[in-house]
């Protein structure tokens, strides 16, 4: 069994931050690419940010300059640091990983539950 557990949202002004965190917990043998992704009412979840094993990340271009992906390996732990943020950053955002499960080679996606971020204008 897998868990993906997000914290950090809430509710911010227009140009605040906030830290999204996501530690993957269970029966994990490794992990290959972390993200996260977010969906904002009646639109498709779309992806944010990612960053591989190795630390090679990329983002989504209405975020580059702006959000920061990093990852701690030995938590498997991923993070988003938010900046600069903007009403049309409102969303769930949701954690994702690539990993495979102790005995089995197959590697598979995971999402967490979701946690909410709300910026007023």
């Known amino acids: 069994q897998v868990r993906l557990v997000e914290s950090g949202g809430g509710l911010v002004q227009a140009g605040g931050s906030l830290r999204l965190s996501c530690a993957a917990s269970?029966?994990?043998?490794?992990?290959?690419?972390m993200g996260w992704y977010r969906q904002a009412p009646g639109k498709q979840r779309d992806l944010v940010a990612t960053?591989?094993?190795?630390?090679?990340?990329n983002y989504a271009d209405s975020v580059k300059g702006r959000f920061t992906i990093s990852r701690d390996n030995a938590r498997n732990s991923v993070y988003l640091q938010m900046n600069s943020l903007s009403p049309e950053d409102t969303a769930v955002y949701y954690c994702?990983?690539?990993?495979?499960?102790?005995?089995?080679?197959?590697?598979?996606?995971?999402w967490g539950q979701g946690t909410q971020v709300t910026v007023s204008s």
């Open positions: 994702n990983a690539n990993l495979n499960r102790v005995g089995n080679l197959r590697f598979q996606d995971y």
């Open positions: 269970g029966t994990i043998f490794s992990i290959n690419a």
């Open positions: 960053i591989t094993s190795g630390g090679t990340t």
